[in-house]
């Protein structure tokens, strides 16, 4: 028995890298999967229906069942295709990992819109509109007595969350997508449905843009433990994927090698209040906030605003 043996997933960029890593090893643990891929390149150019039909041939060598899927995330109405495709081959849909992307690397005075577009549209439109089609059937099944297990994975990145420079359109995109995520996780709960992220690395086809010279390999073909296999987000992805992570939700985990953690979200840190001199509620002077943060907060020194600040 796998642990998702039952289960209809589909794994959108799953053509290369991190995405054939989580398709292939969903289906190992007993998942029908639906591979899609518009094969195209790193940068967003061109289609090869190929992509997608080796994984599935991979898949299927390895006794797991998948369809390919060659529709756009992108698009609004064949991200519902994709949706629809999962049901019609499969007759459900109960896990949605989100992982297509590109990669217009340039720093933000020589991007063009163009650039910024096409990353945010694959990246963060993308996620929404694969989101917005599966929590739509999802939310239709509970209403109709069926109450789903189902499961959102959405792809995001260090760029992201850190930020990476040169990557603003990206970093920009998986913000957002670590933010949808777990607003889905509020929305969703009551249909039975949980939302998290996954935080992946290795090398893969938007490294070796970055990187030249490195040997780009499948998941699957890694004789050994590797550091930089790309696959080696997909063990959390298949748990994320089981009914074993049902109490998790709105949660982002950061995976890499033989490495598992979890973000923290933003919070808030220690808060100053101004007062006047009888200790009532005031507004700031804005040389004071400078004074107080730099000390208190920052922990530095900024000798004009400090002198001012005492005057």
Known sequence: MGMLDGKVAIVTGAGNGVGRGEAVMLADHGAKVVVNDLGTSVTGEGADAQVA??????????????VANYDSVADFDSAGAIVKGAIDSFGRLDVLVNNA??????????????????VVKVHMYGAFNTMHHASAYWRSESKDGRQPSGSIINTVSSAGLQGQASQINYGAAKAGIAAMTIIASLELSRYGVRANCIGPGGFTRMVGQAIKDIEIKNPEDYAEFDRMNPGNSAPAVVWLASDDSKPVSGQVLRMVGNSVCVYQPWQMGEEFFSTDKEGNPAQWDPAQVGH????????????GIDAQARK
């Open 53 to 66: 039909d080796e994984v599935v041939a991979v898949i299927k060598s390895r006794g797991g069942e998948a």
């Open 101 to 118: 992307g590109v990669l217009r690397d340039r720093m933000m005075f020589s991007m063009a819109p163009d650039d910024f577009d096409t």
């Open 292 to 303: 107080i943060l730099n000390r208190y907060a920052f922990h530095t020194t900024n000798p």
